[in-house]
C-alpha cells in the first residue's frame, strides 16, 4: 500500500478517531472502506442514469423535430 496525505477539520478527524475507536478498527482501514463505497471502481454513471428519474416527465411530441415552427425562417 502506498500512503497518502490530505488535510481535514478539526470535527471530521474527530469524526474518524470515534468511528474507528467503536469499530476497533484503523483510521486508515476507515477511509479505504469510505472511500470504496462512496468511490467504487468501473464506470462512471452516464447523465441518463443520473437523470432517468426525469426521462419522459415533459409532455409533447416524442420528436421535437415534427414541431412546427411558423413564423421562423422562411415560410
Do not use: N
Request: hydrophobic residues 35%.
Amino acid at each position: 500500500m502506498e500512503t497518502v496525505t490530505f488535510k481535514m477539520e478539526r470535527k471530521q478527524i474527530a469524526l474518524l478517531k470515534e468511528r474507528a475507536k467503536a469499530l476497533g478498527r484503523s483510521q486508515a482501514a476507515i477511509v479505504r472502506d469510505l472511500i470504496d463505497e462512496h468511490l467504487p471502481p468501473g464506470k462512471r454513471p452516464s447523465l441518463h442514469d443520473l437523470a432517468k428519474d426525469y426521462c419522459g416527465s415533459v409532455s409533447g411530441p416524442a420528436d421535437m423535430s415534427t414541431r412546427k415552427l411558423t413564423g421562423y425562417g422562411r415560410d
